[in-house]
């Protein structure tokens, strides 16, 4: 069994900062990678940021410059630190892993990001 819980989203102004973070726990062995993926109201879910284990990262576009993903291999924990945050970056924040032991990827329940302007 393997659990993902995020915490730190929140209401925050455009321009403003919030900080994210996944935590792991159960039989997680074999990250392969984690990341954040989001999911705007009418919208489908995309990929914000993804790392690996050795610190490859891969945003997207959109948030490039602006987000900083990191993570803590011992502690299967992942953050994500959001910066200068505009309105059209409001959604429902997924964290997961993907396990290349068990070839399967992991969720967590989601937090809810709004940026009012």
């Known amino acids: 069994q393997v659990q993902l819980v995020e915490s730190g989203g929140g209401l925050v102004q455009s321009g403003g900062s919030l900080g994210l973070s996944c935590a792991g726990s159960?039989?997680?062995?074999?990250?392969?990678?984690m990341g954040w993926h989001r999911q705007a109201p009418g919208k489908e879910r995309e990929l914000v940021a993804t790392?690996?284990?050795?610190?490859?990262?891969v945003y997207n576009d959109s948030v490039k410059g602006r987000f900083t993903i990191s993570m803590d291999n011992a502690k299967n924990t992942v953050a994500l630190q959001m910066n200068s945050l505009k309105p059209e970056d409001t959604a429902v924040y997924y964290c997961?892993?993907?396990?290349?032991?068990?070839?399967?990827?992991?969720w967590g329940q989601g937090t809810q990001v709004t940026v009012t302007s």
């Open positions: 997961y892993v993907y396990l290349w032991s068990k070839g399967a990827e992991y």
């Open positions: 159960g039989s997680i062995a074999g990250v392969h990678k």
């Open positions: 790392i690996t284990p050795g610190g490859a990262t």
